[in-house]
């Protein structure tokens, strides 16, 4: 029988940038006969973040980042569930636990940054990520009037950054309210129905990425796309390689008409749920990025 455990890891203070760094890391060991291997150990390995506050920690694309987790600290929430996420299927981390309180994120936030002060560290950016989608946290607007007020208390350089999966952007209080932040990025990782269907898995049947086009098309080239490219097969064979010219020439396409402020191209970087997935390769995100600047929008790819 299966026995299944979480361990907690705190990382020592000496690490380089002298920050300590307080992470929640969920290994789920599945006890199984020798003959299947490390597969099935690696197969369950995710990672679910610290709520509401976490880090600060290095981001390949925002420098140093401190989290806001508005998802509680127990599982994930989220409107996708993606075959690609850290954070693993939202089947196997149901939270118990409700959201933390809009109360409870600026009192974590503002002690957050009281400490860094005094470390004399200063956060390039203030990150909304964690486990799931933060816009779906019933009180997201005024969490962000509270971010900014507290960003520009304690450390007015630092950006704001919000990444998102799209889902909610048409509501008018989560559209405001993204239009205050600094880095408003959102999540289009292909405009094919079929393909999201077996990568990202909106979990809502109404999802259509026509509307979530449009959606992004409303800030009026003051939000950043954020695209995901990979390679290989999701477990049962399906290939899941979105670099091939019959994906991008339309997403490109789907750029062009966007005509964001940004464009960032990435690959998978840390452990997945669907351990099938491999990295695309720096040349191919490359030509993708070269491709995106001849369409005069600037473009930058993580490897």
């Not at 361990?7 to 599945?30: G, K």
């Not at 997201?140 to 007020?149: N, Q, Y």
């Not at 600094?182 to 979990?203: H, S």
Request: charged content about 25%; overall charge neutral.
């Amino acid at each position: 029988m299966a026995k299944d455990f979480i361990v907690y890891l705190d990382l020592p203070t000496h690490f380089h940038p002298p920050i300590r760094q307080v992470w929640l890391i969920c290994l789920i060991f599945a006890h199984t006969p020798y003959d299947t291997g490390l597969k099935q150990f690696r197969k369950m390995s995710t990672i679910i973040y610290p709520s509401p506050v976490f880090g600060p920690v290095h981001s390949r694309r925002l420098g140093i980042s401190l989290g806001i987790n508005l998802m509680p600290a127990d599982g994930k929430i989220c409107t996708f569930d993606c075959i690609y996420c850290e954070c693993g299927f939202n089947k196997d981390h149901r939270t118990k636990t409700p959201h933390p309180s809009r109360e409870a994120v600026a009192r974590a936030l503002e002690a957050k940054l009281k400490e860094m002060q005094r470390q004399n560290v200063h956060p390039d950016v203030l990150t909304f990520a964690g486990n799931g989608e933060p816009t779906s946290h019933p009180h997201f607007a005024e969490i962000i009037d509270d971010t900014i007020r507290l960003r520009d208390e304690y450390c007015p350089k630092a950006k704001i950054s919000v990444l998102s999966n799209s889902t909610f952007i048409h509501r008018p209080k989560i559209h405001e309210a993204l239009s205050k932040v600094d880095n408003n990025i959102l999540k289009l990782d292909t405009i094919d129905p079929a393909y999201i269907n077996k990568v990202d898995r909106p979990a809502q049947p109404s999802y259509d990425v026509n509307r979530i086009i449009a959606g992004i098309k409303a800030f009026k080239g003051q939000a950043i796309v954020q695209t995901m490219f990979l390679k290989g097969t999701t477990e049962d064979g399906t290939d899941v390689d979105n670099t091939s010219e019959a994906f991008v020439a339309p997403w490109l396409e789907a750029v062009r008409e966007i005509a964001p402020r940004e464009v960032m191209i990435y690959t998978i970087d840390r452990e997945t749920p669907d351990q099938f997935l491999r990295k695309a390769a720096p040349e191919e995100l490359n030509a993708i990025r070269d491709r995106v600047i001849a369409l005069g929008i600037p473009c930058t790819a993580s490897y």
